[in-house]
């Protein structure tokens, strides 16, 4: 279930179910009020109203009584009783007709009813509804008697029998209820009131429809003696609060009625206002469920956008909430949190190209050492057997040399003899040399020597060489005071070693340039002397290879080879490492690391 969907059910559940509570509680409240109210004002004017009927019937009785009583109808013939009758018929205009009758129900003279004329009698169909409906047997009986109600000219009547004591006979009255019928009306208004005799037979009233089944069992209950007053179904099914008064002594029961409509309207009122105010608060909380569910999804939703981005390692959030509430600190707080983690990825990138870099330099290091130990081993190799070889040539050498000596003591100078023997004794000193720089290469052994400033021999070296840088013209740059730690071994061989390097750079300047010498201390453990020129430089597929024995680029027998080789050998003997950096046409520097003078100094 979406949270805008929880919000507005909340709303509604906070909203409208006391309000429909409340409204049903008080509409049930209200229509039990005035039922009871209504009805109770109802009860009291339909009890009135059958007071009204009684004091009706009472003088209506009473004003017959008195008038019989007044007549000598026993003295009279049947005419002159027919005349004197027409005297109270005249009189009582609640009267629609007289008559005078024996105990056997016979006329004793004829009936007055009619136009209150002399000598007019009335419609004789009327007059026998009228004598048919006399309740003789029980006046006879009681002394009074009221007969069950008829219709007869268009009204409600009944007719009442009055006993004349003495004279066994009875006078009869058509009574027209056109009075009650009229107090009926008023009382009714727009509603129902009608009398009833105990049968549920209609006397009078302003509706002629039937009663119902429960307006009978109203009227039975109102029977008791006291006024009733309950809600009951009418005619067409409607229902309608209704009140029942019995009319005392008579046995009638005045009935007033009105739709529950109209007697519970202020209770409808309720009803429909409370409906009104429930449609308005569930207007409200859908408007109110919707700005606030807006409120809170429309951050949410870009929240989870931005965590999106995040976790796709985008950094750079643009979260667009600016708000003074808990949301916008919540913001506040993940561009912060973001902004962190920016910092964080890029400490962690720089960590790893910068590991990268050492992985990188650890490897090129290994490489070189790698390399180093090789070329050591080879020219450890090369140095055996070269030691070997100039062993073995040496005495033969000698003894070459020594003899042809002696060819050419014997020869006149200038003979081509002495000419041939001369050229013989050079290849053989060429022989001696390379045989000695052989022996140099392969017998180089530190020994413990003695500790000495590296500057004297690299300086030596340089004198060796003044003349021909001179004459080369090539400047040189040293700068050998900034070393204060001295080396061990021997600064003759050491001189040597450097002298080769020296050598090499001055015939790869032979159009003259510059040559750098400097050293300096490394960390307090070593001495690094770097050799400078600005010569030819030295191709990179050649670099390997230069301090290989024998191997010379140089033409026409300048060089054989030996002097890199011999140098190499010598650094190492003394614990040290030689390298060359070069870039072809840009001159190449050596540089020799010779551990500083302290017994646990070594660099190999
Ligand atoms: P040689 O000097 O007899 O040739 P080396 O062992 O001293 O023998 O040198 C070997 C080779 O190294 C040289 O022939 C030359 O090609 C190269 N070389 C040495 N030093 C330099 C330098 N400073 N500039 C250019 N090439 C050099």
Known sequence: ???????????????????????????AASKTELERTVGRAQAAAAAEAARGCERFIARALESLRMSAGMLPLGELT?????????????????????????Y?????????????????????????????????????????AIGSPYRSDGESRIAVALQIRGQRSVVAAEVSLGEIEQRMRQLAGDDVARVVDARGELLAGNTTIALTRAELDLVSAAVAGRPVSRVVAGANGTRWLASAAPVPQIGWTVLVAQPTDDAFRPAHHVRFYSAFWAAVALLLIAVLGVVLSRGLTGPMEKLSHAVAQLGEGRYDVDLDIKRGDEIGRFADAFRRMAGDLRRRDDEIRRWNAELQARVDQGTSELRTAQDQILRTRRLAALGSLGAGIA???????????????????????????AATIQQALDQSFRMAKIVSELRAFAEQERGEGRTFPLDGPVRAALDLYAGQLAKQNIRVVTDLEASTRHTQGDPGRIQRAVANVVENAIQAMPEGGELKVQLTDVGGEALKLSISDTGEGIPAALRERIFDPFFTTKKNG??????????????????????VESEEGKGATFTIFLPAAAPAAHLA
């Open 104 to 144: 056997e129900g016979a006329l004793l003279a004829p009936p007055v009813a009619g136009p209150r004329l002399a000598g007019v009698h009335g419609d004789p169909a009327q007059v026998q509804r009228f004598l048919s409906h006399v309740p003789l047997r029980l006046a006879i009986d009681g002394g009074t």
């Open 558 to 579: 300048a060089g054989v080879g030996m002097g890199l080789s011999v140098s190499h050998s010598i650094v190492e003997a003394h614990h040290g490492r030689i390298v």
């Open 391 to 417: 062993h073995e040539l040496n005495n033969p050498l000698t003894a070459v040399t020594g003899l042809l000596t002696i060819l050419r003591l014997d020869l006149q100078p200038g003979s081509p003899q």
């Open 1 to 27: 279930m979406s949270f805008r969907t929880r919000i507005l059910f909340a709303l509604g559940a906070v909203g409208l179910v006391p309000l429909s509570l409340a409204a049903s509680f008080s509409f």
């Open 78 to 102: 049947r005419d002159e009783t027919a005349k004197v009758l027409g005297i109270p018929y005249r009189q009582l205009d609640f009267v629609r007709a007289l008559a005078l009758l024996d």
